[in-house]
């Protein structure tokens, strides 16, 4: 195995040398990939270092990986980090081209690789300040700019910014009041197991009444999303809006469809997007094919509908509504669905278009049975969504909302 010469070591010892450099600079990256990398790790990892050989580079990754990954989910991100950011290093550039990487690092690339290009991309460049005020001058007509625009119609940086935004959406918790009673100062109710135990501490002598009042839960929410080659341009991003609220209340429930019917709840539980969207993808085998909305909602019905529609779920039916085979069976399944929840809200892109007339069959059969009827192909009608789930459920009518913009 190859080796550092003695006087590059002896040059790295020093805690203040290019040593020191190099480990603040990745940490720095390692922070701006997500990972919760503080100074202490950082002051860490230089004392270690001072322990081994950082000629055996090896030794160098299991090092710095023992101090910065404290999560499962962060050794890949951190093995694709390592690799990227000391083989720009001039000083280890002839090790990082004959020494290999231990086993678990010559894996596929995780599906956070690009988070971990742009990270390291951000800390190597130093933005001038002339750029940066100007920078800062057009963000605010830049960002409003993008709140109304279309989602098919974004550059792929618009769309990473797009994602970012997403991930900060935040679901208020809208209360549904349920036929449970919990402990409540104020409550109507006599707690009387609750108040005889408080008056056994005191000996029998002094009598607290306790009380009890309903308990109120968030609803929780099941989105059936349509997942067929005319959805394709929103299909990512609907799933990092799922992520994201997922992530704020567990509650939810995701279900995707094209062809056939994919349950991807317990994928999109994991911590880090990329990691949730890649499991996502892998369970499903029918990405971007045809359309079979009345197969699938049957599918859930008999499968599902018992299990997560309980405690007054709200449903979305994300799905342009451009079904293959539209039939009587279609109606059925779409008024079941619609019986079984405490509310159907039906996401179409298609109703972007200020045009837009229900002319498709399989449109017309399913928009009698929803109880609102919304757009969503940017961030403002995904806000308005947020909006709405978070308000009172409006009166028990079918409500009709178009794209503003």
């Not at 678990?104 to 290009?117: G, L, M």
């Not at 079984?340 to 002319?359: D, H, M, Q, V």
């Not at 609102?372 to 308005?384: C, G, I, K």
């Amino acid at each position: 195995m190859q080796r550092i010469p003695t006087g590059m070591i002896d040059h790295l010892n020093p805690p203040t040398g290019m040593m020191a450099d190099n480990v603040v600079g990745f940490a720095r990256a390692l922070r701006a990939a997500g990972l919760p990398v503080g100074p202490g790790a950082v002051i860490d990892a230089l004392q270690a270092l001072q322990l081994i050989d950082v000629g055996c580079r090896a030794d160098v990754y299991a090092t710095l990986q023992s101090i910065f990954v404290k999560r499962h989910e962060h050794v890949l991100i951190f093995a694709q980090a390592f690799e990227l950011f000391f083989r720009a290093a001039e000083e280890w550039q002839h090790m990082l081209d004959s020494i290999p990487l231990p086993d678990h690092a010559k894996k596929k690339p995780p599906p956070a690789s690009r988070r971990v290009q742009e990270a390291l991309a951000q800390a190597s460049q130093a933005i001038d300040k002339a750029e940066e005020q100007q920078e800062l001058r057009l963000s605010v007509s830049d960002h409003e700019v993008l709140q109304k625009k279309d989602f098919a119609q974004m550059s792929a940086a618009e769309i990473a910014e797009v994602t970012r935004a997403i991930a900060k959406m935040r679901l208020p918790q809208a209360e549904l009041r349920t036929r449970r009673q919990a402990p409540d100062r104020h409550g109507r109710r006599l707690d009387l197991r609750r108040t005889l135990r408080a008056s056994l501490r005191a000996g029998g002598e002094i009598v607290d009444i306790r009380k009890l009042g309903p308990l109120d839960k968030p609803s929780p929410i099941v989105a059936l999303l349509d997942i067929s080659g005319s959805m394709s341009e929103y299909t990512r991003l609907f799933l990092h809006f799922l992520h994201a609220i997922t992530d704020d209340r567990k509650r939810v429930s995701t279900f995707l469809f094209g062809t056939r019917l994919t349950n991807v709840t317990r994928a999109l539980r994991a911590r880090d997007p990329d990691d949730a969207l890649q499991s996502c993808t892998a369970a499903v085998e029918d990405w971007a094919g045809g359309t079979r909305i009345s197969a699938s909602l049957h599918a859930f019905n008999k499968l599902w509908s018992r299990r997560v529609l309980g405690q007054g779920a709200i449903v979305l039916l994300i799905s342009d509504g451009l079904e293959r085979d539209a039939d009587g069976q279609l109606a059925f399944e779409i008024d079941r669905l619609h019986r079984s929840c405490r509310r159907l809200i039906w996401l179409n892109p298609l109703l972007r278009y200020a045009g837009f007339e229900a002319k498709a069959q399989g449109i017309k059969m399913m928009l009698p049975h929803v109880d609102e009827f919304r757009p969503v192909h940017n961030l403002t009608s995904m806000h308005a969504l947020v909006e709405a789930l978070s308000a009172p459920p409006p009166p028990h009518h079918r409500t009709l909302i178009r794209s503003a913009a």
